[in-house]
């Protein structure tokens, strides 16, 4: 039991460690990815399954403004008291999610 503790604690730093050294297209793919899709359609399984929006649509990208994505990724998505998206603010720095937001911006067809 103990040994299990150890080796996660071993995993979460290990990835926390890599979080802060990738780069935003590495974030992406890591932490994003599974619902919003490479691509930042959507077009995923998760994606579908939550209502996820295609953020390659102009339309979608105007309506959230830079403050407004980096606060939904700190602090999560809710819908009806439910996480529709896990807040991301103590596994991502602020630098992270500054780059992330960029990211987002540049689906945008
Ligand atoms: C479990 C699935 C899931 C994961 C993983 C996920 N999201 Fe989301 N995200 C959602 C859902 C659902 C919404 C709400 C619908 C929408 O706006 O597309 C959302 C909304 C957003 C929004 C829009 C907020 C707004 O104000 O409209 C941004 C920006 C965003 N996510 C960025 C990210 C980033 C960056 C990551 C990775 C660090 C991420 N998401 C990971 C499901 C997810």
Redesign the pocket.
Known sequence: MKRKAFLFMMVMMTSAGMAVAADATG??NQ??A???GKDGT?NTT?GKK????DYTDAKVQA??SDG??AK??KEG?KENGKD???P?GEK?SDADIKA??AY?RSFKK
């Open positions: 974030l992406w932490h994003c599974s619902c919003h959507g998760m939550n209502g996820v929006k309506a959230f407004e994505a939904a990724i998505v529709k998206m896990k991301f991502l992330l937001v987002i």
